[in-house]
């Protein structure tokens, strides 16, 4: 395994079987950006490879992709990157209000690092920030990406304030006035699941619920790096500022070969059922090209999938 930053000290991946390398990349906006790339063990039988994306949501860092990158990588010829957004983990939180422009931005620093500017190269899945992030690096390298899936996330600006619940698990990560570890977890937990799923029985672990896992998975996610305020508060600004107007977001899902929507029918976070997925796939076969002709897509393919007895995230949902 590779380090790109031999002066930097950098910890053991999250998922030593599968990574390649991992680093520290210097942005335009000269912070650093931590990222490990993966590699599934088997080619694939015509040495094709597969390259995708990951973008995780708000103050989540690159181990949250856990589930998602276990999937990825065990089919043959598969390459993922993940990476730690600007404000978390590894990465430098800069000060000042974060636009979800400006993250996309960092995304492509790190996508041209790889070598990935081949056209229609590369799969890219976002998940709330993150679906966020992936809108905005469509619309800045459009003929790179191959597919997007955009999971819990909005085009925005956000209609309402946040429930009081939402709120107030807000408030308290930011000013850390949270009781320790485990009522961090169980707010979170609280917020981004549904009760009646959080008390079923985990597939996996017999004898503990989901509530259980996940919570047991959140503490130990608090014994890593923590956020800074800073980070935090320019995390919450880009999601609070994010828009992405009816049109741009029709040229996004016109353009992109392969678009899939996901979005859980118990989201508290998002309650108005991912505003995204409001404009359905008969309104992304027409766009403006920019010079302002009329231009329809012939062969559209946008699907938008409600995961039923989901939360935020829809963890259960498997394509």
Same mark, same amino acid.
Request: one cysteine or more.
């Given at each position: 395994m590779d380090k790109d930053v031999e002066e930097a000290e950098l910890p053991e991946s999250f998922h030593p079987s599968t990574c390649t390398k991992l680093g520290l990349l210097k942005t335009a906006s000269k912070h650093q950006l931590f990222y490990e !790339?993966? #590699?599934?063990?088997?080619?694939?039988?015509?040495?094709?490879?597969?390259? +995708? %994306? %990951?973008? +995780?949501?708000?103050?989540?860092t690159a181990s949250s992709a856990l589930h998602t990158l276990r999937h990825l990588t065990s089919h043959p010829g598969f390459e993922v990157v993940v990476m730690d957004n600007r404000g978390v983990g590894l990465s430098d939180a800069p000060t000042g209000r974060y636009r979800t422009s400006d993250m996309a931005q960092d995304v492509v620093a790190l996508l041209d690092h790889l070598k990935w500017k081949g056209r229609r190269m590369v799969h890219v899945i976002g998940v709330s920030l993150g679906g966020m992030v992936a809108q905005e690096l469509v619309l800045a390298v459009p003929e790179r990406i191959a597919s997007l899936v955009l999971t819990s996330t909005r085009a925005g600006p956000i209609p309402e304030w946040p429930s009081y619940k939402v709120g107030g698990m807000l408030a308290r990560q930011i000013t850390r006035t949270v009781r320790g570890p485990a009522h961090a977890a169980a707010l979170a937990v609280d917020c981004l699941f549904p009760s009646f799923w959080l008390d079923q029985p985990d597939d996996l672990m017999e004898g503990s619920s989901r509530r259980e896992v996940l919570e047991t998975q959140y503490i130990l996610k608090a014994q890593g790096p923590q956020p800074s305020v800073a980070g935090k508060l320019g995390q919450f600004f880009a999601v609070t500022s994010h828009y992405v107007s009816p049109h741009k977001l029709a040229t996004i899902l016109a353009t992109i070969p392969r678009v899939e929507i996901i979005?859980?029918? !118990?989201?508290?976070?998002?309650?108005?059922?991912?505003?995204? #997925? %409001? %404009?359905? #796939?008969?309104? #992304?076969?027409?766009?403006?090209?920019?010079?302002?002709?009329?231009k329809e897509k012939s062969d559209p393919v946008v699907t938008v999938v409600e995961a039923k007895r989901q939360g935020h995230g829809t963890i259960d949902y498997d394509p």
């Open positions: !790339h993966h #590699a599934s063990p088997v080619r694939s039988a015509d040495g094709s490879v597969t390259h +995708c %994306l %990951l973008v +995780c949501g708000m103050y989540s979005v859980g029918d !118990h989201d508290v976070i998002d309650e108005a059922k991912a505003k995204i #997925a %409001l %404009l359905s #796939a008969e309104k #992304a076969t027409q766009f403006e090209t920019e010079d302002g002709a009329s």
